[in-house]
């Protein structure tokens, strides 16, 4: 049988268009990198041996850093000898150019912790990744130039990612397998078949992979279509498919644009995320097992996604964009995805029947299974005292004015709630104020009295508004969901960002005020009841640390912070009722919380000892 390798390192021979198979197959080129992983012919070696690579999903940004080694050790145990990562790189520069590796986001450490228990690394840098995170990964400051292609050969957007790569992968450098770490493999994109056919722009890609020490075997993964696999991926790259289900289907495809080279699932889909109003979504363990076991006899390699459920902590969820129906789709602050350990570290009735399956192949860790995390006792806190939003618009925001209004990003802002202020002249009779283009809910206001909601799934709403004096003060609060993290309309700013009429007249001459809300210290506090939107603090006691859980029964739709630390949003249309709340985010002692609710607060915030998914 002829031997060829896939592009596995640092000198390895470019490919031209008279290599190829033909349009859309792919051909193996060599590569002269020693050590590390290689493939030959249908196999993987990890530095000359046979090597299968049964590997999970885990995020370390969705993951307490001092949960890091427990998630992975938990991982470990599931039998797994490879563990898969994503890079966020918003989560590292969400102000251009200020760029951030230190604690939390810190991925070397996570790295580093990795392989001291033993496990490999499959290192997925992006910049676009999708992972039902904001904006797929990218820095909102991208938004700034309207005109700007992403996932594309635009030479802006080319110039910032080769900035960021830059930064990046040279702390990557020395953790590949090629040098003794654990680093075995990384990804040049990201899916980019269900996106563009832009090849140009994933060689460009690859090059700055290489020309930034990165010599570890290469590859680009693509969902099961055709169409993906022909132009999803780079020749002379190895090529890897993601599915749910059968394995049979997607391989065969797979095969017709790579004949020759390991089959390797990157993505075996063993759960799945959830949108704000729909059902809470999970897999049956007996058939993903049964998955497992069939790619696994058949010499394939696998990447379970997810294997640690996470969560999307902060403003940090993503959202979709249904073509069909025309909705936007905002994900869920839980990232539990129905994996096999759960959000919270619990090992699932999933967990064990893949193990049990993986144990048909390799050698078990032979220990005892690790224990499930320890639980906060349940109680319940009545909020005792508020503070209105718009009553502390100055405590937390300095306003910008604007003839027109424009979108959050155009005034810096990356994350959070947005404020529009304006001055209607009168008496004016009865009108519909309307806004064009929302992202994503408004809440719209005169002299301080609400007046109605707008919500961009509902683009010819309007809020009915009538001025009886000389002036009305008109006050628009949006609040966002995610960015849409997969599709065409990635290109999500969030605020307003069209016209706002009043009775067909534009509306101009408007203060602006980004609320990020990170710091939540200026709120001044005072009687309880304040209607929303509205600040609301309870403190709850606890003898020591431990993971739990906090219900917002009665309450609709808002956010919630655990003595400073924002745990995500809340929204009372489900499916999730509960918020995880890990055992270092809190206190012995009084812990603080404060929620801001929209619209209408419930009477107490519960600790519960388990989560409520839907």
Known sequence: ???????????????????????????????????????????????????????????????????????????????????????????????????????????????????????????????????????????AWLLENPDQALRSSDPTYLEAVDTWFAQLLPRVAPLQATRGGPVIAVQVENEYGSYGNDTAYLQHLADQLRANDI?????????????????????????????????????????????????????????????????????????????????????????????AGSTNFEWWSGANYDEATKQYQPTITSYDYDAPVSEAGDLTEKFHKIREVIGRYTTLPDEPLPEPPARLAPQSARPTASVGLLDSLDRLTKPVTRDTPVPMEQVGQAQGLIHYRTSVQGPLGKNTLTISQLGDRAWVFLDGERKGELDRNQPDQGVEIEVTGESARLDILVGTGGRINFGHFINDTKGIRGDVRLGGQLLSGWEIRPLPMNDLSGLRFSEPGASGPAFHRATLRIDAPADGFLELPGWNKGALWLNGFLLGRYWHIGPQRTLYAPAPLWREGDNELIALELNQPGESIELRAEPDLG
């Open 215 to 307: 010599d570890s075997l290469l590859f680009c993964c693509n969902g099961a279509s055709e169409a993906a696999l022909r132009d999803g991926n780079l020749p002379g790259t190895l090529a890897t498919v993601n599915f749910a289900g059968d394995p049979t289907g997607p391989f065969e495809t797979l095969r017709k644009y790579q004949p020759e080279g390991p089959l390797w699932c990157t993505e075996y889909w063993d759960g799945w995320f959830d949108h704000w109003g729909e059902q809470h979504h999970t897999t049956d363990p007996a058939q993903d097992a049964a998955n497992v076991d069939k790619m696994l006899a058949a010499g394939a390699s696998i990447n379970l996604y997810m294997a």
């Open 1 to 139: 049988m002829s031997r060829r390798r896939f592009l596995g390192a640092a000198g390895s021979v470019t490919v031209s268009a008279a290599m190829l198979g033909g349009p859309g197959r792919m051909v193996v080129a060599e590569a002269a990198a020693p050590g590390g992983l290689t493939v030959d012919g249908d196999r993987f070696l990890l530095d000359g041996k046979p090597f299968q690579i049964i590997s999970g999903g885990i995020h370390y940004f969705r993951i307490h850093p001092d949960l890091w080694r427990d998630r992975l050790n938990r991982m470990r145990m599931l039998g797994l000898n490879t563990v898969e990562t994503y890079v966020a790189w918003n989560f590292h520069e969400q102000e251009r150019g200020e760029v951030d590796f230190s604690g939390w986001r810190d991925f070397v450490r996570f790295i580093e912790i990795a392989g001291e228990l033993g496990l490999k690394v499959v290192f997925r840098p992006g910049p676009y990744v999708c992972a039902e995170w904001e904006f797929g990964g990218f820095p």
